[in-house]
């Protein structure tokens, strides 16, 4: 398994941020300084010569293997609220005698503020909101599409792809799913699970940097009837013959819009060479054994401290959130000792296990600096109240 | 007046392709390291520790000087076509009693595409293109939002936007600007002119980088009504509340979306500090001094090149562009002794003129090169008929 030496990661410190924002690597710092050198030497060249063109098509075959996806049905584009519109608008097209998005409560807002943005652009669609063990009884023949993310930001309860993928189909539901707190630490299967769309995020697990472009997969067995609704000249079948009309690029390049973000597309390129050679499955299992450890121990030595994930391994996805009444404060409380975690209402501290580069050494290390943290009460001074802006 | 000893122009070159890519300047690349470090060192914390979180507003506030808007009237997101499908979508709303949008023919191929979508999602939106020439006489009350870009990606005919404007609010018709190829090389008023949306690219004569994002103005006349259609958590008033539903953040920042690409945000934000202390007039003034020696020279020692743009300044943006049969294989002739012109169909070629970096040398030198091959015939060697996909 690779490790953290393929990492910027400053000396001491645990990083369990990789589910907020993955650090930077080394061969991510060359591609970027490669993205530099081309805008510097070849100006408006770099757009042949150096590929930009294909960057957005070449990252997602990168990624493609993450997901359990073909090369060809995933693209790197925009950001993932854009993504996630792209993929809602066409799904609701492919099946548009049904008006209505089912989703649950706790889905990662930004996601419910974009299914309430199609409501508002056309009150023809619906969204139904249920709650997360509603889910099932509510899949119907009304619904035209299932919006759900895997794994749940807050607590990393996780679905099950497969069934649920298979339940909606077996309705004519079609599923859209939100890899974004998934993908880069675990097994994913979205051609063998017969998912129809998802969207993620490649500045968490995937290590691409702050605000790094999102991606969109799409089943290659839409390809051929699925209309991109959000129509810019990237996406556009001849972007350079300048048509008034537009008409589609073949496959999942029609899912492009604007001009991709040259430089952040170049940080992602050097991330994604940090999976080469990866095996998804030890991936997951490294994910699942530092996670049980952390879990078992903090049992143990800090019963103060309540588990809102899942207990159970399949359920859950790489990252354990603890409830406490002094969350916000511990979670100041432990970065100043060098372990980076961090906060989401209402009250919970969330430890991010990335694979790639935390191991069962820095677990222990979490778990006694905890335990220090209670006995001293450092969290309680003053210093650690104070609420930043980003949490 | 700066000039080009702030860029990293390759040597012996002179660079006319500021209407499509910038240079890098040394600012930008000293912004873009330090957004790397950033990220190796700070993490996640650059969000607050390097205030990641406030360069969409602070990259806005740079550019407002630029278009003649109040700092809180402009903010940096997303790509110009998702800014203009959000600009389109909230014009919409604040005049949905109508349901037109005018614009030309000739308009940039994106903006139609992104017009197209709106119908696509809400068959009750009609678009309506028109000649040019055809556009005053089409203004009635029918037409919700006259949707235009000033200067002509091709031609580079330029609109009068005080007037356009005033023509259209006098009918109760909201206008959306698109300033992609104006900003960064001429004077622009969008508040005096009462402009009420505009959109503008940050790559072209604002050297942020291949693929930077794009800016959207909303006038402040309209915040308190204006609503966001697209909406994201970087949009919601407290994105860190995390709340369901979407409740929009005071002014301009209502149209922010995912998470901004920080990375290509911060090479912009070098970028822009070229403009700091340089007047908009001098700026305007030069762009035309010297477009004029170009189209002065031309026409007095090549008279096989068809001038396609305007004769008269005040109708001409900052790039000139002229017609040949042999046009492509003329600019990469002209690219091969270092003259970087671009081709756009059908058969212009595109010679822009960005006033930061460019001279009298340079025109006289331009020039020179143009007889030169025409003399040799260098344009008609093979090598130089290839086409390239990106053009």
Not at 343 to 349: N, S
Not at 365 to 373: A, G, K, P
Request: aromatic share 6%; proline share 5%.
């Amino acid at each position: 398994m690779k490790n953290r030496t393929l990492f910027a990661i400053p000396d001491k410190q645990i990083y369990l941020c990789g589910h907020s924002l993955g650090p930077v690597c080394h061969a991510a710092k060359e591609t970027l300084n490669e993205g530099l050198q081309s805008w510097s030497h070849e100006l408006v060249g770099g757009w042949n010569k150096s590929a930009w063109i294909h960057l957005p098509q070449k990252l997602g075959k990168s990624i493609a293997p993450l997901i359990g996806a073909q090369p060809e049905e995933v693209i790197v584009a925009d950001s993932t609220s854009i993504n996630l519109l792209k993929c809602l608008l066409t799904a609701l097209a492919l099946n548009s005698q049904r008006k209505v998005i089912l989703t649950e409560h706790d889905n990662f807002p930004t996601d419910h503020y974009i299914a309430q943005s199609i409501t508002a652009i056309d009150p023809t669609i619906q969204v139904k909101t249920v709650a997360n063990n509603e889910l099932v009884a509510m899949l119907d023949e009304t619904i035209a599409v299932l919006m759900l993310t895997q794994v749940n930001y807050r607590t990393s309860q996780k679905h099950d792809i497969a069934s649920l993928t298979q339940k909606a189909h077996a309705l004519g539901i079609l599923v859209v799913w939100d890899l974004s707190h998934s993908v880069g630490a675990m097994s994913l299967a979205c051609a063998d699970d017969h998912v129809d769309f998802a969207v993620g995020c490649t500045y968490k697990y995937l290590n691409g940097g702050p605000g790094a472009p999102g991606f969109i997969y799409a089943t290659k067995r839409h390809h051929e009837r699925m209309v991109p609704m959000i129509k810019g000249w990237m996406g556009h079948k001849l972007p350079f013959a300048f048509a008034p009309d537009f008409e589609p690029a073949e496959g999942i390049k029609a899912f492009l819009t604007g001009t991709p973000a040259i430089m952040s597309l170049k940080a992602l390129e050097g991330a994604l060479t940090c999976f080469d050679a990866v095996d998804l499955s030890s991936l997951q299992e490294k994910s699942v054994k530092l996670s049980q450890q952390l879990i078992d121990k903090i049992q143990q030595a800090l019963p103060m401290l309540h588990l809102v994930s899942p207990q159970a391994a399949s359920v859950r996805g790489s990252h354990v959130a603890y409830a406490h009444p002094q969350a916000y404060a511990i979670t100041q409380a432990l970065i100043s000792r060098g372990v980076i975690v961090d906060y989401r209402e209402p009250g919970l501290i969330r430890m991010g296990i990335s694979p790639l580069y935390i191991d069962e050494l820095d677990i222990d290390r979490v778990v006694q600096t905890l335990i220090e943290i209670f006995e001293s009460r450092l969290y309680q001074r003053e210093v650690f109240q104070k609420r930043l802006l980003v949490t």
